[in-house]
Structure formats: C-alpha cells, structure tokens
C-alpha cells in the first residue's frame, strides 16, 4: 500500500477535510499514476476507462474495511474512468468515481458568498444539477466553516459517512463534491463532523424538496424547467403601482382552509382549482399564504421553518406549487407569502448549531435567543447569513412567481430589548435598543428584492410605531411597500367588541386612528392571529345576540373597507365562523346551511366587489385628501360621518356609520354638494340577513349648513349598520 497510515485512518475514520488529496486518480512516482478507492460493500473492484484504447484495472484490496489501490506504471496522463464493484452478495454495480471531479463552484462564485452579495445562491449551494464532461450528476455544496468534516449522506450511500467526505474551499467555509449519477428522489442529508468530534446529521438549508414530516432529510430533486403561463399577470404586475391599485386579500392556510371528506389535505393543484373558484365568486384580488416553507411541527403553522427553500411536502412536490401559482395567476390572482427571517426553531436536522457553533444565529443568547417562541435568532452581522436569506427572498419570486412577502415578525426583528427585561438584552454600539444588523437587513432585503422585480410587494408586520416602514431606503426608511396596521386592527376590535350602551364612552377608539392613517402605506387586517390561543372568532368577540352579533361583525368589515388602505381578511371571517380556527381541520362550511351565515358570505362578496368598483376606496390611499371628515364628535349617538373622494374632483362617496342598535330617523348629515344622493351600499338590507331598512329613491340636501357643509341630508340610519351614499352627476 502506498498510503500512509494516517491518510488511511483519515478515510477510514471520515476525519478529513480533503478526500480529494487521498482518494482518486493522483500522480505518483515518475511516469505512474496511484488510484485509491473507499468501497466498503465490495469483494473486486475494477476501473474501466472512457478511453477504450485503455485497459481496464484490477483494484487491490489494501484493507478489509474496503479500502482499494492500483498503481499505474508507464503513464502519467490523467483519465476519466467508472469503477465496476461485485458486492460481498454478489450483486454488480458500475459508476464514476466522485473523487476525479475537479472542484465545480468558482473563486468568483465563493468570493461573492463571502460578501454576501451572491443574490442567486439558489444557483450555487444546495443540491444542484450538474453536468461535467458529459457524465450528469449533482453537485452538493454547504457552508459550514468551523465543521472538521462534511460528507453527504443518503439512500446511495447507505447513509456512510466515509463514502462521499466533501472538500472544503479554503477559507471560504464552503464544502463541496460532484456525486455523478444520483437517482432524483433519493433522501440525503449532511453529515458533519464538529471540531470536539461530535456528529451531526443535518438537512440542506438549501433543499428545494424535503421529506414528508415526521422524517426530516433532503430529497434530491431537479426543479422542472416549468413552462409557465402566466406572462401576461407578469408584464401586467412588472407595470403596476401597487399604492394606486386595488389589494384585497383572503389570507389562507392552506392545510385547513378545505380538506377531503376524509378529512385529509388537498394537494396543490387540487386547492389551486377550488380556491380560484372561491376567490372569483368572492371577488378578492389576492390571496395571502400563511407559511408554506417546510416546517416540521404542524401546530407551528409554518412559522418555523426548517426548509426556507422548500414548499411543504405535506400539499405536493415543488412543481405543484408551481402549477398554483401559475393557475392563480392565470385567473387574475396575485399570490403573497407568509416568510419568516425573523428567527427559525432548534430541531437537530435545522440549522441551530449547523456546524457545532451558532452558524446562522447570534452566539451571544441574549440576542441569539428567542424568548417568545424558543428559537434562534439569525445572526444579522454575518454576510452569508445575509445571502441565505436575501437569496431566499428573490428564489420564491423567480422560480415560484410568487408576487410578494409578508415579513413576519418585524418588530421582533427591530427592537434587541423585544420581549426581554432589563439585563436580558445587548445595547447596540451606540447604546440603544435598536438592532442595527437587522435594519441594515431589511433595508437590503427591499432595495434587492424591488430592483430585481419590479411590482412585487414586500408587506412589513410590524406592531409598533417604528417611524418609516415603508419610506424608502434613500429616504431612511425601511423600504417595504405596505405595513400592517395594527393599530386599526386593536382599536376596532375592542370598540366593536364592547356593548353599544358603553361605546360612547371609547368614540375615540374609531376616530383616533386616522390621525396617523397617513403616515405610513397602511394595510389593514383582520389576520389570524386574532382568533387564535382564546381571543375567539370575530363572530363571538361581537356582543349582543345572534342578530346583533351579525350586525357588529357587518359594520367591522364595512368600516374597513371604507377605511384608507389596503384590505385583508382571514378565511372563514367571511363565513362568520363561531368556532377559533384550528390548523388541524378544514372550516366550517357546514355554516353555509344558516341563512345567517350563507347571507353574511354574500355581504362579503358584494362588499369586495363595491370596494373593487370604486376607486376613491383605493387609488389614492397614500394621499390624506382621499379621505374627509363630516362629523367625528358624535360620541352620544356613536355615529362617525366621512367622505373617501378622488381629489381634484367632485366624485366621493359618503359613509355614514351607526354603531348602536338604535334607529336614527331624520338624522342630519352634511355633504359639500346640492346634488341629490342615491343609497348605493346598506349593511342593513334583508339581502345580507338585516332588518332591511333602506334608504329609498333619490335623496334631495337642504340647504342648511350643517357639519361645516353648506348642504345637509336627512337620512334614517338603521340600527347596528352603515350606509354609503353617492351623489348623482
């Protein structure tokens, strides 16, 4: 045997950081070639190759682990060959041995993931499809630089950690290794060897299909070249000011929105025909996935996330979700994701600890870990932590089209005293509380994102009054197009919750929020988190009776509707589900046999369709002249009065909203025209299960001053309800 004894024990032990130098075709002495090979199952080995005027070569067993060597003598000319290998079972295999690939990724390609600047690292890490001289295969490469070794394992390598040892690049921390001929479906994970010599088995961070939980490995997959054919939703979306457009969206989980009579989960192609019906018949404009990233607990809902480059497996392959996007597309729907960079859980195939040290997240705990959800938090400061997530960003709008992000948890991202008490958390360098890496981040993050595709929308759920969420970055902001508002969710939801005798007394619950309705481009939702964990439905956070209950949750979705800002609703909040949402089951459809309920549906879809025709609800939402008060003051009768307008123009619509299940008749309401109105919306009409008092006919103003107008109307405003007016032209 020409190796020594400690190169040997390096392959015998998988204690290598360069099997290349040890295993393979080498040069030896002079004019003679070494082959070394590691093929533990084999009784012979045989290297035949490519080149047929070469003979093929007789293998020697050097040690019984598996361990073969040939020496070449008379040639110093290396080639490419296959080795052919009879198992201790008789069997036969024949393949190309990894260890004579040259090194695949390039110094600029390493250079570029240390700056944190690769933007298409979806391209470069992972398990990606390769094809070398001819012989097709997949090139693996990982980022773990404080591992001593990495190999990967999986189904075609019996899991052996000493078969597919990787090389590492230098300094660059990346490992890498070309396996020809790998078969797609094969599960495989990383295999790393910590400097104390702990072993670790871990999943791709780059995996772009992961195993069906409760398994956890990668699966070896080639993304299809899908042939999209939704070019037309594309140009049209690359072409669009999302702030000048309508945006009202159904947020979804996908796993319980509807489910099989058997009551398991649809796929993705199947919920992409069922949902396309729905939202048409419901007139929304986009749908908004709750986390479909693989994730490995599903009472987490997608919230933490172990595969940040895979669609789950529990709903299909990833050109399932491919085929979804591209039906929702087809049928005018944008398609928004739920993503999570905000923090990520501790299971030991994840990536806590990736390599033996805190890789991807802050080593110190008091900015490491998460108090809330128990989790780590990524290491903002790194750069290749920083390529992994803003790569994962432009991944789901290039190869998903998917056309936007939902940015969860942002506060949390911001603030390093988040959910921490005094003594829990590290000032930064200039001794305040904000986490600089994290906003230097989100800044990245949006600049990237919307110089590399125009119209898509980055949407920041944020909970505090964090100033220039969505400014520009040039400007000091953080660059997202659209905030949550949070503040309109919470202050609503507790008027409306509370009994009409006392609203009165918290007027300014429904008033105060349009002081700041402007300061930012405002989404305004009524998210799942807001029944969920004992806050019950929107149905039952409404008092009163049955009636009145369908009432209060009437004028909650007409006073958002009215008011300034984009519209989101969570399933079965159209549906007035009485029930918390579970993630384990479907929705109560069932309810839809109620005439309440069934009446409620179509109010919903009727007001997204009033909502859709009238542009003075939408065009101007970042222009605080869209929207005027009539009267604001009237806390005795809790009644608000307002105007949404298109300025520079005479058009507007009047809303008028009674919050109290009294009938005011003859109620005076000042407009700025002597136009005659007409009653174009009331939530009280029979048709949406109210008391179906209307206001009849053409509506002819006085021409006495009232609220500050020189006009005024007399209306009769039914109990519990609002009502919408337009002037005639």
């Known amino acids: 045997m020409v190796l020594d004894e400690a190169q040997l024990n390096a392959v015998l032990n998988a204690n290598t950081h360069d099997p290349f130098s040890i295993l393979g075709l080498h040069p030896h002495r002079k004019n003679s070639l070494r082959l070394d090979a590691f093929l533990p199952d084999a009784r012979r080995a045989v290297a035949i190759p490519d080149d047929d005027s070469l003979q093929p070569l007789n293998l020697e067993r050097v040690h019984p682990d598996g361990f073969f060597e040939t020496i070449i003598e008379n040639s110093s000319e290396l080639f490419r060959y296959r080795l052919w290998i009879e198992n201790h079972n008789g069997d036969e295999r024949e393949f190309y041995d990894p260890y004579q690939f040259e090194p695949v990724l390039t110094d600029f390609e390493l250079h570029l993931l240390g700056e944190g600047k690769n933007y298409e690292v979806y391209k470069t890490l992972g398990c990606q499809p390769q094809e070398i001289d001819g012989v097709e295969g997949y090139c693996f490469a990982v980022w773990a630089p404080n591992a001593e070794r990495v190999s990967v394992v999986g189904d075609f390598n019996a899991w052996d950690g000493r078969r597919s040892m990787m090389r590492c690049r230098g300094d660059s921390g990346i490992w890498e290794i070309f396996l020809p001929e790998l078969v797609e479906g094969d599960n495989y994970k990383y295999e790393i060897r910590t400097k104390s010599g702990d072993l670790l088995e871990k999943s791709d961070p780059f995996a772009v299909r992961s195993e069906l939980r409760p398994k956890t490995g990668s699966v070896v997959h080639e993304l299809a070249d899908y042939n999209w054919s939704d070019g037309e939703w594309m140009k049209k979306r690359s072409q669009t000011d999302h702030q000048r457009s309508p945006i009202n969206a159904y947020e979804v989980h996908l796993q319980s929105w509807r489910r099989s009579a058997d009551g398991e989960m649809l796929g993705y192609r199947e919920l992409a025909y069922q ?139 911001l603030y390093l005293d988040y959910s921490r008490e005094e003594g829990e958390w590290v000032p930064n360098k200039y001794g305040g509380r904000e986490n600089l890496e994290a906003i230097s981040f989100l800044q990245q993050f949006n600049e990237v994102v919307h110089d590399r595709f125009p119209g898509a929308l980055t949407i920041a759920e944020e909970s505090t009054d964090w100033g220039g969420v969505t400014r520009p970055v040039y400007a000091g902001g953080l660059g997202f197009d659209f905030k949550w508002n949070m503040g309109w969710m919470h202050d609503s939801l507790d008027y409306l919750s509370k009994d009409p005798v006392h609203r009165k007394y918290h007027h300014n619950n429904i008033t105060f929020m349009l002081y700041y309705a402007f300061h930012e481009n405002f989404m305004l939702v009524l998210s799942h988190d807001e029944v969920v964990h004992m806050k019950n439905s929107l149905l039952n956070k409404m008092p009163g009776d049955g009636w009145q209950q369908f009432a209060n949750l009437r004028l909650l979705y007409g006073f958002q509707t009215a008011h300034p800002g984009k519209q989101l609703l969570f399933m079965g909040g159209e549906i007035a589900q009485r029930q918390e949402w579970r993630h384990n089951q479907s929705l109560d459809w069932h309810l839809l046999g109620h005439e309440s309920h069934s009446k409620l549906q179509d109010y919903v879809a009727e007001l997204n369709s009033f909502y859709l025709d009238n542009e003075m609800l939408w065009r101007f939402d970042p222009e605080g002249d869209s929207f005027r008060w009539i009267d604001f003051t009237d806390s005795e009768n809790s009644v608000v009065s307002f105007l949404r307008q298109l300025p520079g123009s005479n058009e507007h619509l009047l809303f008028v909203f009674n919050f109290i299940p009294v009938v005011r008749a003859d109620y005076r309401v000042g407009v700025p025209t002597n136009t005659s109105y007409v009653e174009v919306f009331n939530s009280d009409a029979s048709d949406y299960w109210g008391s179906g008092l209307i206001n009849e006919g053409e509506l002819y103003p006085e021409e006495q001053n009232w609220h500050g107008e020189q006009c005024s109307l007399r209306l009769t405003l039914p109990p519990l309800a609002w009502i919408a007016l337009k002037p005639k032209k």
């Open 275 to 413: 949902l396309v019906d729905y939202l048409e018949d419901m007139n929304y404009t986009h749908v908004e996935l709750m986390p479909i990233l693989e994730h490995p607990l599903d009472e987490s809902w997608g919230y933490q996330v172990t595969g940040f480059y895979a669609p789950t497996s529990r709903l299909g392959d990833p050109e399932d979700f491919m085929y979804f996007v591209d039906y929702l597309h087809q049928h005018g729907f944008g398609v928004l994701l739920d993503w999570v960079p905000g923090h990520f859980p501790k299971d030991d195939h994840g990536l806590a600890r990736f390599d033996g040290t805190c890789l991807y997240e802050y080593p110190d705990p008091r900015k490491g870990h998460h108090p809330d959800w128990g989790t780590c938090i990524f290491n903002y400061s790194r750069n290749e932590v920083r390529n992994f997530l803003v790569g994962n960003a432009l991944y789901w709008l290039d190869r998903y089209h998917v056309d936007g992000l939902r940015v969860d948890a942002v506060a949390s991202m």
